[in-house]
């Protein structure tokens, strides 16, 4: 079972900065691929970028790509999710995510952990 933290959420003016980051309870860390997604009031979850195991490959929404980074550090057990030129529709709740699968990685259902979430509110 591995558990994740999610933790840097707040509130933040457009066109301002947070670095999200999560922790992970599990000593094999470089096993999981990790996914960060977010849930906005009255609307489904929905991806916003993962990164590999060792941090080889990752992949980003098209509503976040070129503002988000996602990154990790295996010695730390820790994933990153640095948002930058934040935007009134980034906010959400964001979650972290893991799977151990290879496959699809951009969706949801795919993941087999999840932590608590951090809430984002980016105002106008």
């Not at 999200?20 to 979850?45: D, H, N, V």
């Not at 080889?56 to 509503?63: E, I, K, L, V």
Request: some cysteine; aromatic content about 12%; charged content about 15%.
């Amino acid at each position: 079972q591995v558990q994740l933290v999610e933790s840097g959420g707040g509130l933040v003016q457009a066109g301002g900065s947070l670095r999200l980051s999560c922790a992970a309870s599990e000593r094999t860390f470089t096993s999981y691929i990790m996914g960060w997604f977010r849930q906005a009031p009255g609307k489904e979850r929905e991806f916003v970028a993962f990164i590999t195991q060792i941090g080889a490959n990752t992949y980003y929404a098209g509503s976040v790509k070129g503002r988000c980074t996602i990154s990790r550090d295996n010695a730390k057990n820790t994933v990153y999710l640095q948002m930058n030129t934040l935007k009134p529709e980034d906010t959400a709740d964001y979650y972290c995510a893991a799977k151990r699968s290879f496959g699809i990685s951009a969706i949801a259902g795919a993941y087999d952990y999840w932590g608590q979430g951090t809430q984002v509110t980016v105002s106008s």
